[in-house]
């Protein structure tokens, strides 16, 4: 048995909640120093992987061959396979080992992402990129409940989250301009290789400060819950992505939409019958895991969508190049460091539901302001500041989602608890972009730079339209404040 900071892991997962809070250190200790930079690398990483492309894709189109109705691929591939089988994974770390499941997932994506950079046709890095989702999809959730269930519930905890929620955010920026600036100076394969040594540094570190979690009664998998649940997750996230390629009235991509949706519902029936179900039906009638996890999907549909949006505009409308466009992003990236620094502090003077509200409304104004963006330049005096309030108000609202939606759980359930956040997670910025894309493109007037900036401003008042739909939704369904 492991011991952690003189308290062993099976007391405390196994000892009540209130024993779990007296033999809890008040402030941060070395290990769990150390314990929080190295998972917090991870998460980065990963974050990281899921824009650094986005730049790159023409360019590595060109050079391995992909037509253009392919090239959608290389992000779909990845997208479907980090979505899909986050769930799965993340009641996996809980049965049979989560710091087991985070090295082996860190193992698979350093290869993955050695194959994709040394990749010399289409076929081998679409399978390294399916590689690089399921890594990400076993990685995410457990490193997350190797965070949680380190870190105990309440000021510490949200510390962490709150970092990891800042170095996610930041991450996801990081990537757009990383991207840009590793194509330019370098070539596309490094986007894939700069994985190498950042996976090979925290597995070499990893196993001497992350204790092993798993219960002590290991229950069954429910084979039949995962399966309806990924397959249907899979069809959903697919026929999100084909509508926004397609357009959302393409009969496939309604009839998958479809199949997806009855699938989810064939879960539920499922985990409601079953006697060791993959998600017991009672921690999803929870008001804090259901509500939270639908205020972390929307979270990350509007920030994230907004951010294609941006790139368009700056593209499109002011004439940017890939790499100026990813670099104005950085102001972003500020606003949810800082975001993701202040939400401990708020949701310990407020509470969560007040965090969530307050980091909505902050986010829903600044959003709102971008409808004032015109077709010169000088609308970058409006753009930074902007999306510099609006990346703090949305890690606020992120915090908020992730201490709500883990809060109140046992640790032998936080594998769960944060495989359903990371799930809303992937899925919000699977869902952003197409769904937004979708809207610009349909409420363009034309080819002009008038007539894209008019779907552009279309886009952006739906966005605003969901971000006030969250601070509803909290305000609502969240009257008591998860502590």
Known sequence: MSVVDGVSEGAVAAGPAGAREEAAPHRLTPRMRLTLVVL?????????????????????????????????????????????????????????????????GLAVLGAASLAGGLATGPEVLIAARVLQGLATAAVTPAGLSLLTTSFPEGPLREKALGLNGALMSAGFTTGAILGGVLTDLLSWR??????VPVAAAVLVVAPMVLAESRPRVRP?????????????????????????????????????????????????????????????????????????????????VTETSLVFLLTLYLQQVLGFSALAAGLSFGVLGL???????LAPRVIARTGTRAALITGALVQ??????????????????????????GGVGNMLLIVGFMVTATSGLPDHEQGMATGLATMSQQIGITMGTPVMSAVATGAMTGTTVTGILHGIRAAVAVDTALVLVTALTAALFLRRPAK
Do not use: K
């Open 364 to 389: 829903a104004a600044a959003t709102a302001a971008l409808l004032g963006l015109g077709t010169d330049r000088d609308s970058l005096a409006l753009l930074l500041p902007a999306t510099f309030v």
């Open 335 to 341: 606003g949810t460091v800082l975001g993701g620094t």
């Open 220 to 300: 069954r998998l429910d084979l039949p819950g995962a399966l309806s649940v990924t397959l249907g997750l899979l069809a959903v996230v697919y026929g999100f992505s084909r509508a926004g390629e397609h357009g959302w009235s393409e009969p496939a991509a309604l009839t998958v939409l479809a199949a997806g949706v009855v699938l989810l519902v064939v879960f539920y029936f499922v985990e409601r019958a079953g006697s060791a179900p993959l998600v017991p039906v009672t921690v999803l009638a929870r008001r804090t895991v259901a509500w939270g996890n639908i205020a972390g999907v929307l979270a990350f």
């Open 190 to 195: 490094w986007s894939f290789l700069i994985n």
């Open 40 to 104: 917090l690398v991870a998460q980065f990483m990963l974050a990281v992987d899921f824009s650094i492309l986005n730049v790159a894709l023409p360019v590595i189109g060109e050079g391995l061959g992909f037509s253009l109705a392919d090239l959608q691929w290389i992000a779909t591939a990845f997208a479907l396979c980090a979505a899909g089988f986050t769930l799965l994974f993340g009641r996996v770390a809980d049965l049979f080992g989560r710091r087991r499941l985070f090295l082996g």
